[in-house]
Nanobody, 118 residues
Framework: QVQLVESGGGLVQAGGSLRLSCAASGSIFSINVMGWYRQAPGKQRELVAAITSGGSTDYTDSVKGRFTISRDNAKNTVYLQMNSLKPEDTAVYYC????????????WGQGTQVTVSS
């Protein structure tokens, strides 16, 4: 059984920073892409950032230059460093990873709330 456990959300003032972590555990043979999604109230879930096993990254336009995604392959962990936070970044942030256990499957974390006050 594979689990993704997120941590690091919270309440921060505009202009502040937060760092999210997501650790994958269980029967894992390989991890392909890892990423962070977010869902604000009344909106669809959107991809924020993604990183391949080789370190290639991709970001949605609204966070470029402010957010940085990274991963530690030895720890099966992905991070999202969020700087210069804005109220519009307020959302539940979800970790996602494509993992091979007994087959390739997209796993999701439980979500962590990020609230940015103005």
């Amino acid at each position: 059984q594979v689990q993704l456990v997120e941590s690091g959300g919270g309440l921060v003032q505009a202009g502040g920073s937060l760092r999210l972590s997501c650790a994958a555990s269980g029967s894992i043979f390989s991890i392909n892409v890892m990423g962070w999604y977010r869902q604000a109230p009344g909106k669809q879930r959107e991809l924020v950032a993604a990183i391949t096993s080789g370190g290639s990254t991709d970001y949605t336009d609204s966070v470029k230059g402010r957010f940085t995604i990274s991963r530690d392959n030895a720890k099966n962990t992905v991070y999202l460093q969020m700087n210069s936070l804005k109220p519009e970044d307020t959302a539940v942030y979800y970790c996602n990873a494509k993992i091979y256990s007994n087959r390739w499957y997209n796993y999701w974390g439980q979500g962590t709330q990020v609230t940015v006050s103005s």
